[in-house]
């Protein structure tokens, strides 16, 4: 995880196109000036960043399954519960699991373990739009980067 | 409860419009405001209320080539009979 910079996901540890899900992997950094604000000589992860992880490892789950035709802008959060404090250096296990999608839409159900321990989970939708410009190349070399590039067609 | 009150309540609740100002003879965008964005979050709830998809994108384009009049997708007593044929297309 490289907080500054919004790059929540190291690797998808697994993808299961039949099954729709993804798991993926992220550790904590030991610094972070987040850490620095949230908070002084108390270093936790803020629930908004967790949120941010979840909507991460879904929106490359639904990358992988469209195989890169259109892209997910998270537009709503539901249900998002945070049940344990997440700290530096700890590693997470994050769940995204396809859940509904329509007419330029997606839902999906996301989880983040710690050590098999639950401690966040949401309910997350997305849009799903043409790429803006240059976009789909960033996309591709985020997706190559946590391993999930053999899944979109050259 | 009719497909129009059920509807109706879940544009209340997603748009936050109060439920009496929505009436069959309401066009979502002109009369109600209904951006695309809230469009989608009321195409989600309808999909899942009655286990149908939506074909909103393909309405959209229609209306913009000018095939359909906006009004048979959006003016909300029509919306709802799109509804009910998609729900009877599910069930036949």
């Not at chain 1, 739009?129 to 190559?144: S, V, Y």
Request: glycine share 6%.
């Amino acid at each position: 995880m490289r907080l500054e910079y919004f790059e929540m996901i190291d690797r998808a540890a697994s993808f299961d196109r039949d099954g729709r899900k993804l798991v993926a992997t992220a550790r904590v950094p030991l610094e972070s000036p987040v850490f620095e604000g949230h908070f002084p000589g108390h270093p936790l992860v803020p629930g908004v960043l967790l949120t941010e992880t979840m909507a991460q490892a879904s929106g490359y789950l639904l990358l992988a399954l469209n195989r890169l035709s259109h892209m997910p802008f998270l537009v709503g959060v539901d249900e998002a519960r945070f049940r344990h404090f997440v700290t530096p250096g700890q590693d997470l296990s994050i769940e995204a699991a396809f859940d509904q999608e329509g007419s330029g839409y997606a839902a999906t159900k996301a989880k983040i373990r710690v050590e098999g321990k639950l401690v966040a989970s949401a309910s997350l939708r997305f849009a799903l739009t043409p790429f803006p410009a240059d976009m789909k190349n960033l996309m591709l070399a985020q997706i190559t980067r946590i391993g999930l590039g053999s899944e979109i067609p050259a | 409860m009719s497909t129009f009150d059920t509807v109706a309540d879940i544009i209340a609740d997603t748009a936050d419009i109060p439920r009496d100002q929505i009436t069959p003879e309401s066009h979502a965008i002109n009369d109600l405001g209904i951006d695309s964005l809230a469009f989608l979050d009321i195409a989600f709830a309808v999909d899942k209320k009655f286990g149908i998809k939506m074909p909103l994108e393909q309405w959209t384009q229609e209306v913009n080539e000018g095939k359909t009049p906006a009004e048979n997708y959006f003016v909300l007593k029509n919306l709802c009979s799109r509804i009910d044929e998609l729900v009877a297309a599910k069930t036949a």
